[in-house]
Every structure is written in structure tokens, then in C-alpha cells.
């Protein structure tokens, strides 16, 4: 699985698979990039082990310590609590 934001891979995310979606842990430059793309509209995918590329909204953002975990759930996909 990879995180791709924009046109580029982000290298060092460490990803999670959660249902309907990741959760990744990142920091630095990967973290900028994402919510540069969140606020300003650019793309946001994974691409899983069929190399399929599925488009990703940011749901949650949280902060501690060195790093950021973002939930990222597939384009539409919604949360039953």
C-alpha cells in the first residue's frame, strides 16, 4: 500500500488499514503536503497491492508528540458508530 498526494509518493507514511479506508502516521513535508491538498482541492489516493488507485478524503486529524494520525477513508464512504 502507498499514500500518493498530488503526483507524488509519500515515502515514510506508515499506513493502517481500517475499514473503509487507512489511518497513516505522518510528520514533516508528508503532513504539509496533505493538508495543503485537503484545503486546496488536489488529489489524495492509495495505491493497494492490485495497483488501483482509490481516491481518499481526510475524516480526522490527530495530533501527539512527533507525529500526526490521519484517518483517510475511500471517496464517499461514510462512518456507522
Given at each position: 500500500?502507498?499514500?500518493?498526494?498530488?503526483?507524488?509518493?509519500?515515502?515514510?507514511?506508515?499506513?493502517?488499514?481500517?475499514?473503509?479506508?487507512?489511518?497513516?502516521?505522518?510528520?514533516?513535508?508528508?503532513?504539509?503536503?496533505?493538508?495543503?491538498?485537503?484545503?486546496?482541492?488536489?488529489?489524495?489516493?492509495?495505491?493497494?497491492?492490485?495497483?488501483?488507485?482509490?481516491?481518499?478524503d481526510v475524516t480526522?486529524?490527530?495530533m501527539g508528540g512527533?507525529?500526526?494520525?490521519?484517518?483517510?477513508k475511500t471517496t464517499?464512504?461514510?462512518?456507522?458508530?
Amino acid at each position: 500500500m502507498q499514500l500518493i498526494i498530488g503526483s507524488q509518493i509519500v515515502a515514510n507514511a506508515r499506513l493502517r488499514r481500517i475499514p473503509g479506508g487507512i489511518e497513516a502516521q505522518l510528520a514533516g513535508d508528508a503532513l504539509k503536503r496533505l493538508i495543503d491538498a485537503t484545503f486546496i482541492g488536489g488529489s489524495i489516493e492509495v495505491l493497494d497491492g492490485t495497483h488501483r488507485a482509490r481516491g481518499l478524503d481526510v475524516t480526522d486529524i490527530r495530533m501527539g508528540g512527533a507525529s500526526t494520525t490521519v484517518t483517510l477513508k475511500t471517496t464517499g464512504a461514510r462512518s456507522m458508530h
